[in-house]
Structure formats: C-alpha cells, structure tokens
C-alpha cells in the first residue's frame, strides 16, 4: 500500500460544519440558468468575432471554415482509407462508401499508441509514426499497391486553406510536438510517406472530428447539421450561412464552421465561473491560459478537477479522516473514467469503495457517498456547459434560416458522452429549457472520426475527377 501523509490534525469536523465546507466547495460547480444563459450569450458574441474579417485575429473562438460544403448525399462512393489522430490512440481504418447512397461500412480498422515521448517529441517523428502504422495496415492486407484516397481526421485546430490542406493553428490535449505549427499537416504526412517509399496514397481530404461526427450522422438523417465532440477535449461544428462567413468568398449557400470552442474564456469571459480547482488545472497544464472552455468540460480534465477538489475536502478534514493518500497526490491519478463508474453505481458505494481502496484508502461510506457528489458536481456542471454552447450554436442557425422554431439534430461522439450514465440526458434536459424554441435531437454517431473522414474524401475524389 502507498504510503499515507497525514496531514496535522485539524478540529474533528462536526456535522454542520462539515455539509458547510462541503458547500463552499461544491457550491461553485453549480450555475444557475441565469448562468447559463450569459454563458450562452457570451459564447454568441463570440462566434460573431470569430466570423467577422476584423475581429477573427483576436477572436478566441476561431470559427474556422472548413471547405465542407453540404453533408453528404449519397451519391459518393468507393473504398477509402481513413486515419483518425486526435487522442492517446491513432487509428487507421479501411471504410466502403457504398453506391446505395445510405451506408458507409467500416471494413477493417486499427489502433496503434502514441506514446508520451512521440506526443512531446518532433513532428518528424509523429507523421513517420503515423506513416509507419499506414504501412502496417496496408501490408497486413495486401493493399499497398491500391493508392488508395485517405480522409484524415485530425483533431486540433488547424486554419484550412481547402480540403486537402490544413495549417495546425496550435496543438491541445497534451500534444506537443515540435516543427508542426504553422504548417500543412497533409503535406507532412505525404514527406513521411515519401521518406518511406514503400507505398503511396490518393487524394486526401483532412476534416477535425466534428465535422467527421456531423458528416457520418448526415449520411442518415439530413438534419444534422451539428457535429458535438465530448471526449478528451471539446469541440463543435455547424453549418452557416457562406454569406456570414467572411474569411471565404462566396455568398450562396452553406459552409461547416469548425468553431474551436474549446478555446472560449481564453480572454477571461468565463472567469467568474472559473473555480480555484479549475485555475490549478490550468496552472499544471502544458498550455497554460488556453483551452479555457475545455479544461472545465472534457475527458482529459474532468478527473483532475475531482481530484483536487478531493484533496481540498480531506485537507479540510472532511474526507478521508483528514489523510491525503500519496496516491491522490499523483497528477492525473483520479481518471475521469472513475467519474463515470461511480456514478454509474447508483445503488451502492461499491464502485467508489473499489476505485478509494486502489488508491491507497481505506474509505467510510460517508467519504464514498461524498465522493460520489463531487464527480456529480463536475460532471453535471460540464453538461450544463455544454448545452449552455449548444444553445448558443442552435439559436444561432435558427436566426440564420430566420424561424421561429429549429428543428436540428446533432451529431455527438467522445468517451465522456459515451461512457457518463447522465451525461446525455442531463444535456438534453438542459438544452430542453435553456432552447425552447429549439428541438435538438441527439445522434451518436457510429466511429464518425472514421466514417465521416472517408465520406468527405469521397467528395474531394469527385471534385478532383470533375476538374
Ligand atoms: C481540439 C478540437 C477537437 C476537440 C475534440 C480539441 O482539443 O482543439 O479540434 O475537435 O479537441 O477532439
């Protein structure tokens, strides 16, 4: 067992004294719709930067159109790869878009590591990384020789000057990689193939996960014109009006907006809202000051957030008997899959019971149903959130198409909406009364990283057959 830090012996917490710390703790987790609504709005305010040609530069939100021009309509076809880079994992999959206009099929996929020191290394070392598990893939299946066109999903906010080419504008979610900012990162996948050799690809098509998400959901249900990604980080797509999209030319029709929300409250807005466990967050973080937003809501923080406040709550005597297992203290320690499993547990502590002991406690069950509140608070603060940018992105197609009711579907993937008994529902409950006058409908998307990839490079194939 890890050694216990006991922490000096404080006053015996009596139970008033105790519900009250634990108020002032948790109290700042809970936003009201009043709340919400100036979330919402703000988040309105700066999408509208982000759109403008004057303001898009200093907009935090960067609204970054995507070349996507319509869902897709069923007439693509063909076999294509895709490649999905956007987390700990990298997949490479083989997806069939079929001729019948309704299905695409995943064929074959699979999923390689990137470890720590490629995360934090050069960006030579990545792409001949992801060049390597290519080759893998396609030897594997006797495919080498098919230049096959590839759609690459890669998930960081990238300023793309077409579809087939995209500057990375930073890196999120721990990557760190040298030399890869403020280039084109199809061209640094072509070099890595190149340098290798062995083998050569189609045209390529690069989308970020939401639209990934929005595109595969819109193969079955054309209302789907949002694309929401709740897993390590956080993130939407929609489809605006080309005439308000002023970084591109052109006033008819529609474009898909890669908004980068992670990136809200980068200037400060949400600071009000900001707790001091969401500041220390930020402050052990290897972007300090950015993705704001995203570090109050998704996967890669939200199990951090839990376990500070943990840590406070036992420091101030009122969890653990006043000890700090050196466990806890450990960055990262308490995964936000641990969220999800104790709240899944409704009906007993065992889970929590379970998760405390594997990190060196021998917890109450005071301190398990204690626990269990504070990922609650957590979690439901993230989806308060996000319904709370959810109704910004649906009030603002609503105005777009000028009704006075939407009818929208949204396309959604990532770990935490998966995996968080109530995430889903509690977002949906949300965003029933934060839009009234919108009805959102949820579709989780089956491996949209991958389908919806595949499905855009199949339009990038027909354009380049047309010209
Ligand atoms: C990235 C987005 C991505 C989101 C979800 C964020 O960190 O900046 O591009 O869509 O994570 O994966």
Redesign the pocket.
């Known amino acids: 067992m890890p050694p216990i830090n006991e922490i000096p012996a404080g006053d015996p917490c009596e139970p008033s004294s105790r519900s009250q710390k634990v108020k002032e703790c948790l109290n700042p987790f809970k936003l009201s719709t009043q709340d919400l609504n100036s979330v919402s709005e703000r988040l309105l305010k700066e999408m509208e930067k982000g759109l403008k040609k004057k303001t898009h530069d200093s907009a935090t939100v960067k609204m970054l159109p995507t070349y996507v021009r319509h869902t897709p309509d069923g007439t693509e076809t063909g076999d294509f790869l895709a490649l999905d880079l ?2 700990t994992n990298f997949r490479v999959l083989l997806v069939k878009v079929n001729a019948d206009g309704k299905s695409t099929v995943k064929l074959e996929s699979e999923i390689c590591a990137i470890p720590q020191e490629i995360m934090e290394g050069t960006g030579e070392e990545l792409f001949n990384h992801i060049a390597d598990c290519l080759a893998q893939f396609l030897d594997s299946r006797n495919i080498k020789d098919k230049k096959l066109p590839l759609g690459f999903t890669f ?3 990238c300023k793309q000057i077409d579809l087939d080419k995209s500057v990375l504008i930073r890196w ?2 721990g990557f760190q990689c040298s030399g890869v900012v403020g280039k084109d990162v199809v061209q640094l996948l072509i070099e890595a193939i190149q340098r290798r050799g062995d083998f050569d690809i189609g045209s390529v098509a690069v989308v ?3 639209v990934g998400t929005m595109m595969s959901c819109g193969y079955k249900d054309p209302e789907c014109q949002i694309g929401l ?1 709740i ?5 939407a797509c929609y489809m605006e009006e080309l005439q308000n999209v002023e970084l591109v030319e052109g006033t008819e029709g529609l474009m898909c907006i ?1 908004m ?1 929300w ?1 990136a809200f409250g980068d200037d400060g807005v949400l600071d009000e809202y900001r707790t001091k466990f969401d500041k220390e967050v930020d402050a052990q973080s290897v972007n300090q000051g950015k ?1 704001i937003f ?1 570090k109050m809501i ?1 996967g890669m923080y939200m199990g951090e957030i839990v376990r500070l406040i943990l840590i406070d709550l036992a420091k101030e005597n009122v969890l653990f008997n006043g000890m700090v297992p050196a466990a806890l203290q450990m960055k990262n320690s308490f995964e936000t899959r641990h969220i999800s499993e104790i709240e899944a547990d409704t009906n007993s502590l065992a889970e929590a019971h379970k998760i405390l002991t594997s990190l060196g406690l021998e917890p109450s069950d005071d301190d398990c149903e204690l626990v269990r509140s504070v990922c609650s608070a957590v979690s439901t603060r993230s989806a308060d959130l996000c319904a709370a940018a959810l109704t910004a992105v649906s009030n603002r197609i609503r105005q777009n198409r000028d009704v006075d009711c939407l009818k929208i579907t949204v396309g959604v993937d ?1 770990t935490v909406y998966r995996k968080h008994p109530k995430f889903g529902s509690h977002l949906q409950c949300r965003i029933k009364s934060l839009a009234p006058q919108c009805d959102v409908t949820f579709m989780l998307s089956e491996d949209g990283s991958g389908k919806g990839a595949a499905l855009v490079a199949a339009v990038v194939q027909n354009k380049n057959m047309c010209s």
């Open positions: 956007g987390g998930s960081f906010p999120t979610k970020n996960d939401t990604i897993g390590t980080g956080t993130n890669n980068e992670g993705q995203e998704s990532g």
